[in-house]
C-alpha cells in the first residue's frame, strides 16, 4: 500500500488547481496586437481577477487596445458603443486567452483617437475600482 502512496501524490498534484489566478497578456493603449503581446503573460493579482480583457477602440480602419486582468461579470457588464467609433471589451477565463483576442491593426492612428483610448482606459479602470 505504501508504494502507491507517491504515485497517487502525483496523481493528486495533477488534479489540484491554482484557485482563481489566471495569466493574462497585460499592456497599456497600443496600437499593435504583436508589440502589445511582447511582455509575455503576467500573473493576475487577487482573487477578484479571473478574467483577461481586450478593450479595442476601432475608428474606421484604426484600432487602439488595451489588455488586462479584470473580473469576469464586471468585463461582462461593459460593453459600450459610442464616440463616432467603437468601443468593446472582450473577455476570456482561461490563460493566456487574450493573445489573439484583438483585430489586426490597419493604417496609422489618429492622435484624437489614442487621447480618446486613454480617457476610455482610465474611465474603465475607476468603474472598476
Do not use: W
Amino acid at each position: 500500500m505504501t508504494s502507491h502512496l507517491p504515485g497517487l501524490l502525483l496523481v493528486a498534484l495533477l488534479f489540484v488547481s491554482e484557485g482563481h489566478s489566471i495569466k493574462c497578456y497585460s499592456c497599456r493603449t497600443n496600437i499593435n496586437n504583436t508589440v502589445c503581446n511582447e511582455g509575455g503573460a503576467i500573473q493576475c493579482s487577487g482573487n477578484s481577477h479571473d478574467a483577461c480583457a481586450t478593450i479595442t477602440i476601432q475608428q474606421g480602419s484604426t484600432y487602439l487596445l488595451t489588455k488586462k486582468c479584470m473580473n469576469f461579470e464586471e468585463c461582462k457588464a461593459i460593453n459600450i458603443y459610442d464616440f463616432n467609433g467603437r468601443l468593446t471589451i472582450l473577455c476570456c477565463q482561461t490563460n493566456g486567452c487574450n493573445f489573439n483576442a484583438a483585430p489586426r491593426p490597419v493604417g496609422a492612428a489618429h492622435v484624437t483617437l489614442a487621447l480618446l483610448g486613454v480617457a476610455i482606459s482610465a474611465v474603465v479602470s475607476r468603474a472598476l475600482v
